[in-house]
């Protein structure tokens, strides 16, 4: 089976897998780090392999997870090695791995600039074999089929792999869940479960889980396809991933947790549920990941994260290791840095999708009245077949043009706010699978899909907004196309619309210039938003002058690690010459933006 060959190839190409030495709390359950034993990996023998089992597979395969129970194996194994894979399943593995990724630009990527800044930062990876993350975790990046690292899994995952609480900025598309999950899941493997294990097994029928790792997401989306993906890192592992979510049944979701659970992708309001049920207990959770902070506190989202974070069993910051994931760094985000990280390193990513040249952006001054003839025409300009995501600024618009479009003869559907959890998935359901490839969408609902052209029927009137959106195309390294009508009601955004064409090198309309520059002198002092400076989506605001005020603002809490880190220079590290000058555009400029964050 050509899919089986990951593990395989890995174990060929790296002779010798021996992990960092065991801690006393992986020891204490017996492990084992006799190297002769990597032999495992290629004798697939039902003999030989079974006597490599552990104990707490055995439970997993009799709750169904494993698959390819066999009986004999609970007798021969003793062994509870979390740094060895388990048998390997082939249904599983097919299902997990044969949807592949399609070809990744890596020449595009490659130029992304990555700046990382913070107290003594590890020095960055170029391959994932830099870095020493155990046969399980390189055998599911070879399924997977993960030749090189992203920009920001070359920074993080060393920064991770190190202990050191990390803050990245990072658009959508970057790859950034591979590059927290990949060191978590390493390290849980080579440290083993520790004290999770003995609570769990300390009470009847497993009830209550302890994760070792939570991960928060915003939305089911999103908390769906970092379980996905986490579910092939853990490939071949003791770990079991779960999800919950709201908008779902719960029991089923009990149900699951109920056969184990040592990573935990769930989005906040669900989890305080389960917590209040006692269905989770964070006393054990080491890891903790906010992935899409920003969107989260968008959505209102903070009392619950500081519930979870804060007011609970979790270990403090300092103790766990808590890594954090935002497309912006604007004030609530600084602060809930500095309240749940530790002497943070902190990941400027540059743009991928919207500044990247992989986006075709196109701005055309459509009015009112033409928007729905403007908008027929641009989709049979682009073919029938090709996914098509409009934006529209209210669901009342949104049911308006899906109607429209609709009685004009194209395949469509809607998704917002006031469709049920189950029309959402369904309308999602008809867009990817092609059978309704024009998806017309309003702004509150958030999406992880890969489009051909995202429309902007309606702008929002928020640049960052506009950049989410079009993000939606063009993501890891396919190209894409996004255009959006501009008419009179769009003036609020013109100057910041600008900018990002400018800096993605994109056509800029004349009118659009001249529109900029009248509004630029009407609202004189102003300014931009200048949180894209530089091609960063976020600057450190340690790095900053003054930003020792901003620690002192709330003078009853701890300003954590932040006091040794400011000042230019330190730490940092760029791997693309030419965005200095950016840099000096940012330095004429930190001071003034700082103060408007
Ligand atoms: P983000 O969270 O930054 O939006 P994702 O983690 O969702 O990005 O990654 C986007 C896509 O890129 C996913 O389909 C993922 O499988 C793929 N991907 C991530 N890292 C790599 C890599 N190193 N090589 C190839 N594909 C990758
Ligand atoms: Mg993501």
Known sequence: NGLSSGFGNYENKEAGWGGPPRDAAYNSFGGRSDRSKSAFFNDRGAGSRGRWVSLRSVIYERGGFAGGGNSRWAEESRDDDWSKPTAP???LEHELFSASNTGINFEKYDDIPVEATGSSCPPHIESFHDVEMGEI????????????????QKYAIPIIKSKRDLMACAQTGSGKTAAFLLP?????????????LQAENGRYGRRKQYPISLVLAPTRELALQIYDEARKFAYRSRVRPCVVYGGADIGQQIRDLERGCHLLVATPGRLVDMMERGKIGLDYCHYLVVDEADRMLDMGFEPQIRRIVEQDTMPPKGIRRTMMFSATFPKEIQILARDFLEDYIFLAVGRVGSTSENITQKVVWVEETDKRSFLLDLLNATGKDSLTLVFVETKKGADALEDFLYREGYACTSIHGDRSQRDREEALHQFRSGRCPILVATANVKYNINVKHVINFDLPSDIEEYVHRIGRTGRVGNLGLATSFFNDKNSNITKDLLDILVEAKQEVPSWLESLAYEHQHKSNNRGRSKRFSGGFGARDYRQT????????NRSGRSAGGHGGNRGFGGGKQTIRTGVFCSF?????????????M
């Open 89 to 91: 399943n082939e249904r």
């Open 137 to 152: 975790i390189m055998g599911n990046i070879n399924l997977s089929r993960y030749t090189r690292p992203t920009p920001v």
């Open 184 to 196: 978590v899941l390493s390290q849980i493997y080579t440290e083993g479960p520790g004290d999770a």
């Open 545 to 552: 002058p003054g930003s020792g005020s901003f620690s002192n």
């Open 584 to 596: 000096f555009f940012f330095f004429f400029n930190c001071y003034e933006n700082y103060g408007r």
